[in-house]
């Protein structure tokens, strides 16, 4: 199972995206982001986006009204973006996560959409990253590119080590 982070995203919405993604991690912050970032990509004109742009939430999610929405092909556009937020996947009954993977096993005759499922902070069993993910996690891996968005401070602490490195080589050493 590969999972990949916020900044590859990002690289790869730059080229263009496809597909199906599974936003989860602590930074709900940067998932909000990454997903208005995709949705302006997707739908870059707006006077299209309302037949282009579908967002379903937590509260009105089933999955019939996930499928209604894959369904109907993109107009004046080569792709449409669907987007699920808020799901508390955590909290789902099996079949109702097989019910949610059914639809999902047939995103390959819908492959004009790009589904990304959000979900928030805490809201599904991630496991013991990077080895050993969940049993969900693997599960909706086979339909859903995990990306997974990091805490901030795990992000401060990297560019925290960095800085030595750029001082250094500022004043010539190395």
């Known amino acids: 199972m590969d999972i990949i982070k916020e900044d590859l995203f990002r690289k790869q919405m730059k080229k263009g995206l496809s597909g199906a993604y599974l936003f989860f991690g602590e930074e709900d912050y940067l998932k909000?982001?990454?997903?208005?970032?995709?949705?302006e990509a997707v739908c870059s004109d707006p006077t299209f986006a309302l037949f282009n742009d579908f967002h379903l939430d937590a509260m009105?999610?089933?999955p019939a009204k996930l499928l209604d929405a894959l369904v109907p092909p993109p107009m004046m556009?080569?792709?449409?973006?669907?987007?699920?937020?808020?799901?508390a996947i955590s909290?789902?009954?099996?079949?109702?996560?097989?019910?949610?993977?059914e639809v999902l096993s047939a995103l390959s005759e819908y492959d004009y959409n790009v589904l990304i499922i959000s979900v928030p902070s805490g809201l599904i069993e991630e496991g013991n990253l990077p080895k050993y993910p969940s049993a969900t996690l693997k599960k909706l891996s086979e339909y859903l590119t995990p990306v997974q968005?990091?805490?901030?401070?795990?992000?401060?602490?990297m560019l925290k080590s960095l800085i030595p490195k750029v001082k250094g080589v500022r004043h010539g050493v190395q």
Do not use: N, P, W
């Not at 968005?149 to 602490?157: C, E, K």
């Open 32 to 39: 909000t982001h990454a997903l208005r970032s995709a949705r």
């Open 149 to 157: 968005f990091d805490a901030i401070s795990v992000i401060i602490d």
């Open 60 to 62: 009105d999610y089933t």
């Open 91 to 101: 909290s789902m009954r099996q079949s109702e996560l097989d019910d949610l993977c």
């Open 77 to 87: 556009s080569d792709m449409k973006i669907v987007s699920v937020s808020g799901l």
